[in-house]
Antibody, heavy 120, light 106 residues
């Protein structure tokens, strides 16, 4: 079945970087975009950015510009989100979510989430 | 940035009741609008897209309406498995934004 499976929980120190993976299965990885969304505990959902796995093109929310990098490895149908210069406020569950093309399509499949904890 | 405002934040309901949740966008988003359901400890799940289309596998008791700036999610007869948090979302303009969520509780 169509699914996105994310990497496991991470614990990082302030100032470090984290790289979360999102492996797609059950569909053609390069035919759908991948978005990244995060959710702090008990809080709402915050969109971080978008990637076209076919072209590698990306677009980031202004809030994360300069700190986030979205990449992919098409040979293993996997997308990555790397967030640098981590702070305690970055502690959250990070989700990948699939969207059809063109831009302006709903997020129809979500990964299970990856908990990232930033603590000294 | 388009601000999405949901109401109410919390709704106390009973199984079998009809439930209505509202969401307002700060500017016209046509019908580039979705509702997601999130149960405790789980990832969100798409239930309505294009303002009024049910996603695959979503029961017919869920319906969505609206366009432009005003949207509504209706659950015709609440089932026990529907107790969750519901988020609205616009995918009309970057940055995509979500409402703060509406929690359905007993």
């Amino acid at each position: 079945q169509v699914q996105l499976v994310q990497s496991g929980a991470e614990v990082k120190k302030p100032g470090a970087s984290v790289k979360v993976s999102c492996k797609a299965s059950g569909y053609t990885f390069t035919s759908y975009d991948i978005n990244w969304v995060r959710q702090a505990t008990g809080q709402g959902l915050e969109w971080m950015g978008w990637m076209n796995p076919n072209s590698g093109n990306t677009g980031y929310a202004q809030k994360f510009q300069g700190r986030v990098t979205m990449t992919r490895n098409t040979s293993i149908s996997t997308a990555y989100m790397e967030l640098s210069s981590l702070r305690s406020v970055d502690t959250a569950v990070y989700y990948c979510a699939r969207a059809a093309r063109p831009l302006g399509a709903p997020f129809d499949i979500w990964g299970q989430g990856t908990m990232v904890t930033v603590s000294s | 940035e388009i601000v999405m405002t949901q109401s109410p934040v919390t709704l106390s309901v009973s199984p079998g009741e009809r439930v209505t949740v509202s969401c307002r966008a700060s500017q016209d988003i046509t019908n580039n609008f979705a509702w997601h359901q999130q149960k405790f400890g789980q990832a969100p799940r798409l239930i309505i897209y294009g303002a009024s289309n049910r996603a695959t596998g979503v029961p017919a008791r869920f319906s969505g309406s609206g366009s432009g700036t005003e949207f509504t999610l209706t659950i015709s007869s609440l089932q026990s498995e529907d107790f969750a948090v519901y988020f609205c979302q616009q995918y009309h303009h970057w940055p995509y934004t979500f409402g703060q969520g509406t929690k359905l509780e007993i």
